[in-house]
């Protein structure tokens, strides 16, 4: 039995996210953007860490994968009527891709999970200029998966942030 190595999968998702003209960097604008108000002392430096690590996520990876292939097939028109017409025009009701990219940030709990749905809805950066067709190309998936990248990044960080500051105030109590 062939087995696919993780190291590859890894490369195929960032990959594609480089081909389809998502950078790292855009992606951690948004977590800069989402987690910001709550810490001032945040840098870019800790949102582009943040994103590279979700990005070892197997889930995030193959919601990647699934996803921009579904992408890359509608471009190419290789999909089965009426999916072709539905992914190429991303139609309203269609909400596969939400879910795909849901179900890969669920693993960051309930922060994650408010941040997606708050990207999904109000589309900002990156996001906003896949969905809006800026960008060449059918991206009916990757804006969501994008988001969910975002969502889970700044989870990431919101739970990290909290454990230094519990960490913090038991060192304090600790020395006095």
Do not use: W
Not at 12 to 25: D, K, T, W, Y
Not at 27 to 50: F, G, H, K, T
Not at 97 to 112: H, K, Q, R
Request: charge should be negative.
């Amino acid at each position: 039995m062939k087995r696919v190595h993780s190291q590859e999968v890894t490369m195929a998702a960032r990959n594609l996210l480089f081909e389809r003209g998502v950078s790292i960097e855009a992606i951690a604008e948004i977590v800069y953007e989402m987690q910001y108000p709550y810490n001032q002392d945040l840098s870019m430096r800790d949102c582009i860490e943040s994103v590279e690590s979700v990005l070892l996520k197997r889930e995030i990876q193959h919601a990647i994968l699934v996803g921009v292939e579904l992408d890359k097939l509608a471009e190419q028109k290789k999909l089965s009527e009426p999916l072709q017409t539905i992914i190429e025009t991303d139609e309203g009701l269609f909400g596969i891709d939400e879910t795909i990219a849901l179900g890969a940030a669920l693993g960051y709990g309930s922060i994650a999970v408010t941040t997606f749905g708050h990207l999904d809805k109000n589309k900002i950066g990156i996001i906003k200029e896949l969905d809006t067709k800026n960008v060449p190309g059918v991206h009916t998936f990757l804006d969501d998966i994008v988001a969910s990248i975002a969502a889970t990044a700044a989870s990431r960080l919101a739970h990290r942030i909290r454990d230094l500051e519990e960490l913090e105030e038991k060192l304090s109590e600790t020395i006095s």
